[in-house]
Nanobody
Framework: QVQLVESGGELVQPGESLTLTCAASGFTFDLYYARWFRQAPGKERELVASISEWGENIQYGDSMKGRFTISRDNVKNTVSLQMNNLRPEDTALYIC?????????WGQGTQVTVSL
């Protein structure tokens, strides 16, 4: 059974840091791109960051560059997102995705709220 389980989301203040983790199971993780998306109420789903199968290709959304870092561990089958200097506009449900060709697996998401 394919599972993507996100964790680490919480309420933080502006300027603080947070690390999200997605644990994958039920498929061959190192054959898939791993991505983080986010979705805020009333807004479209947005790509936050992506990392290729062995980490050689990494990309970020424009507003995340320099603040967020994506990484993966193909032994533990996890993908992480280190988020620094968080802003209120980073508030969203953060969703893990694994992608290969026409196949996509999705997690349920973890909520990040940035507020005083």
């Amino acid at each position: 059974q394919v599972q993507l389980v996100e964790s680490g989301g919480e309420l933080v203040q502006p300027g603080e840091s947070l690390t999200l983790t997605c644990a994958a199971s039920g498929f061959t993780f190192d054959l898939y791109y791993a991505r983080w998306f986010r979705q805020a109420p009333g807004k479209e789903r947005e790509l936050v960051a992506s990392i290729s199968e062995w980490g050689e290709n990494i990309q970020y959304g424009d507003s995340m560059k320099g603040r967020f870092t994506i990484s993966r561990d193909n032994v533990k089958n996890t993908v992480s997102l280190q988020m620094n200097n968080l802003r209120p506009e980073d508030t969203a449900l953060y969703i893990c995705n694994c992608h290969r060709g026409t196949r996509d697996f999705w997690g349920q998401g973890t909520q990040v709220t940035v507020s005083l």
